[in-house]
């Protein structure tokens, strides 16, 4: 266990930061696009776990743990946004029988 950050710097730098920009940007795209809220909520989850990538990779090559700690705290934060998220997204579904979020503004009245 203790050859990880080792193994991690035997792929590039760059790599991981193309490959967590690119899930970042699938993330922004499925936000703006689609109108189903769980799919928004897994697209933010990505945009999240994009961020946590990077954080980890750049914390390994840095052999600073500072970073890792703070991808922990952003765990923390998106399984407390998930847990309420969805407990919204289920009772909007019990009102008006869709998770559609243009469907939300009739809410409203």
């Known amino acids: 266990m ?3 950050p080792e193994v991690i ?3 590039p ?3 991981y930061l ?3 920009a690119a899930l970042f940007v699938i993330g922004v795209i499925g936000v ?3 109108r189903n809220a769980i799919v928004i909520f897994m697209c933010v989850e990505l945009m999240l776990n994009a961020v946590n ?3 980890t990779a750049l914390s390994a090559y840095r052999a600073d743990a500072n970073a890792q700690v703070f991808v ?3 765990m923390a934060v998106a399984a407390a946004e998930v847990c309420v998220g969805l407990s919204i ?3 909007t579904y019990r009102n008006i029988r869709s998770t559609d979020v243009q469907l939300l503004n009739y809410l409203k009245w």
Do not use: E
């Open 2 to 4: 203790n050859n990880i």
């Open 9 to 11: 710097r035997t792929i």
């Open 13 to 15: 730098l760059d790599y």
């Open 18 to 20: 193309f490959f967590s």
């Open 32 to 34: 703006l696009t689609r």
């Open 53 to 55: 990538l990077l954080l």
């Open 72 to 74: 922990f705290f952003i």
């Open 89 to 91: 997204i289920v009772m």
